[in-house]
Every structure is written in structure tokens, then in C-alpha cells.
């Protein structure tokens, strides 16, 4: 009965495969979230979807491309990997902050540990 | 350029004592700021927040400071217990910026000792 999960747990692969990481939630939410933790640990998003829209994009490259087939998955897929790619993937969901509301919390995934070699 | 920073990386503090963890940050728009707690190998999860229109907020033992002036809050942990040893993440939000964007700082890793 795990809120939000990921798969797998750990990747490793080689410099220029494509990989993808699944993500599920089943806490009703509609919108889910995927953020980067690399080496200097910051936690930075990368995207959020809202009931299978894409709301936030930031700076990534177009390597990385998230699919949403419904509001309880949002999965990543990322070509030609890269070793600058190795980090820590969090999945996270919560329902949309409304204008002028505080945020909603955040629930997160265990993280996928991606290793490109 | 990091807008949340979180410049101690780790602090030790004994068992019953006070844990103060620091967190500063840049942009003046944002309005809403959070405490993340993160265990090894879990994600994080939700610990406390506080909006800018008040400087403190209590749950428990923990209470969290903003000091608007000087752009920096804290989260105090007393008495500190073995169970509070964990990455304490930072974050904040503005409610001009896209909806549900946090940002987040790099942490600090706690660790409480008998």
C-alpha cells in the first residue's frame, strides 16, 4: 500500500543507452513531480505534470522526456544517457497548490539511484 | 545560483539537547517555507512549514523561525532524540512562480548521539 513508488530502485547502465523509471501514486493526487538530486545533494525539479498537463519544465535537456499515460503516473525517459545523468531520481506527488494558497505537501518516492557507467 | 542554502552540511548534538538547523535564502518573493526530514534510502517527507506573515510556528518539539529581514530561518528540535538522526531538507515557494514549484536546499544531515 505504498503511497508513491518507483522502479526500478537501482540502474546501472551504460553511456548512451535510453532507460526509463516508472512512477506511481495512489493518493488521489493530480499532480505528480520528477526532482534530481546530484552530487551536491540539492533536490531540483525537473518537471511536474497536473492531471497529464505539463505545468513545470525547468532547464533540462530534451534527452529527458516524462510521460504521463494518467494523473496516477508519470513516468521518465532518458536518452543517450550521459555520465553527468548518475544521480538520484525522486518521484513526488500532491494535489495542485491553488492561487494564493500555501504549497501542498509533498509525498515522495524511495528514489531510483541511476548509475551510468 | 542556489536560492536556498543550507550551509552546515552536517551537525552532531547529544541526545535531550537542543538541534538548531539554519537555512538562508535569496529570493524576497518567496512566501511559504518548508522542513523536509529524509531518512537513507526513503524520500523525503513533509516535517513542518511557515508562511512569511508570521515568524514562528510550533508543532511539537519542533518549531521553526523565520526572520524575514535577514532572509533566514531555522528549525529547532528539543529535546533532541536518537529518531530525529536524518537529512533535514529546506525549501521554499513563492506564490508568484509556477504553480507547486519548492525549491529545495542541500540539506543537513543530523545526527544525534547517545
Known amino acids: 500500500d505504498t503511497a508513491v513508488s518507483q522502479t526500478p530502485k537501482y540502474l546501472v547502465t551504460q553511456m548512451g543507452n535510453d532507460k526509463s523509471i516508472k512512477c506511481e501514486q495512489n493518493l488521489g493526487h493530480d499532480t505528480m513531480y520528477w526532482y534530481k538530486q546530484d552530487s551536491k545533494k540539492f533536490l531540483k525539479i525537473m518537471f511536474s505534470y497536473n492531471n497529464k498537463e505539463l505545468i513545470i519544465n525547468e532547464t533540462v535537456p530534451n534527452r529527458f522526456s516524462p510521460k504521463s499515460p494518467d494523473k496516477a503516473h508519470l513516468n521518465l525517459h532518458i536518452n543517450s544517457l550521459e555520465l553527468g545523468d548518475s544521480a538520484v531520481y525522486f518521484c513526488?506527488?500532491?494535489?495542485?497548490?491553488?492561487?494564493?494558497?500555501?504549497?501542498?505537501?509533498?509525498?515522495f518516492g524511495p528514489g531510483t539511484r541511476l548509475t551510468v557507467l | 545560483d542556489q536560492q536556498v542554502k543550507q550551509n552546515s552540511p552536517s551537525l552532531s548534538v547529544q541526545e535531550g539537547r537542543i538541534s538548531i538547523l539554519n537555512c538562508d535564502y535569496t529570493?524576497?518573493?518567496?512566501?511559504?517555507f518548508l522542513w523536509y526530514k529524509k531518512y537513507p534510502a526513503e524520500g523525503p517527507t513533509f516535517l513542518i512549514s511557515?508562511?512569511?506573515?508570521?515568524d514562528k510556528n510550533e508543532d511539537g518539539r519542533f518549531t521553526v523561525f523565520l526572520n524575514k529581514s535577514a532572509k533566514h530561518l531555522s528549525l529547532h528540535i528539543v529535546p533532541s532524540q536518537p529518531g530525529d538522526s536524518a537529512v533535514y531538507f529546506c525549501?521554499?515557494?513563492?506564490?508568484?512562480?509556477?504553480?507547486?514549484?519548492?525549491?529545495f536546499g542541500s540539506g543537513t544531515r543530523l545526527s544525534i548521539r547517545p
Open positions: 513526488a506527488s500532491s494535489q495542485l497548490r491553488l492561487a494564493g494558497e500555501p504549497p501542498n505537501e509533498q509525498f
Open positions: 511557515i508562511s512569511s506573515i508570521k
Open positions: 529570493n524576497s518573493m518567496f512566501d511559504y
Open positions: 525549501a521554499a515557494s513563492s506564490a508568484y512562480s509556477s504553480a507547486s514549484k519548492i525549491i
